[in-house]
């Protein structure tokens, strides 16, 4: 399958697996920065091992195809200011978002179930500020 990065100027957070400790640090800020506990499940980055050496990462790329936002049979999601949008009024908890996400970067909410999505902590950038190798940095995406 190939997919094609938005044109539009935009964020990126790059994961070097290379310089990853597993440390999860990063999934910690995330989750505390939104919710104000810490938890992978509320995370909205998901770091994982694929064996002894195989790190992956996974968080939504605001793609160009915007998969989830076509998914969503209830127009639950919308792309705002660079990111993509839940309207947790209009979302059922169906979870057709996360299932069209080619990343796996768009995981349902362990309580409420409505899908948590990067937002890139409004600019704040949580995951990369705390992470302590700089595995995960920024790079603007353009056209």
């Known amino acids: 399958m190939s997919i094609v990065i938005s044109q539009q100027k935009k ?7 290379q310089k990853c400790s597993f ?5 910690l800020a995330c989750a505390k920065y939104h919710y104000g506990k810490y938890g992978a499940s509320i995370s909205r980055i998901t770091i994982v091992r694929r064996g002894m ?18 998914a969503c049979p209830k127009k639950a999601l919308s792309y705002i200011n660079g990111n993509i949008v839940v309207n947790e ?5 169906c979870g057709k978002c996360v299932e069209a996400c080619p990343f796996h970067g768009i995981k349902l909410h362990p309580e409420t179930k409505k899908p948590i999505i990067c937002d890139t902590c409004n600019g704040e950038f949580q995951c990369i500020k705390s992470c302590p190798k700089n595995a995960l940095t920024l790079v603007w995406l353009s056209g």
């Open 53 to 70: 050496k195989t790190l992956k990462y996974f968080i939504c790329t605001r793609c160009e195809k915007k998969f989830c936002i076509n």
């Open 89 to 93: 009024e209009l979302c059922d908890s």
């Open 23 to 27: 440390c999860k640090t990063c999934e």
């Open 11 to 17: 964020p990126f957070i790059r994961f070097d697996p």
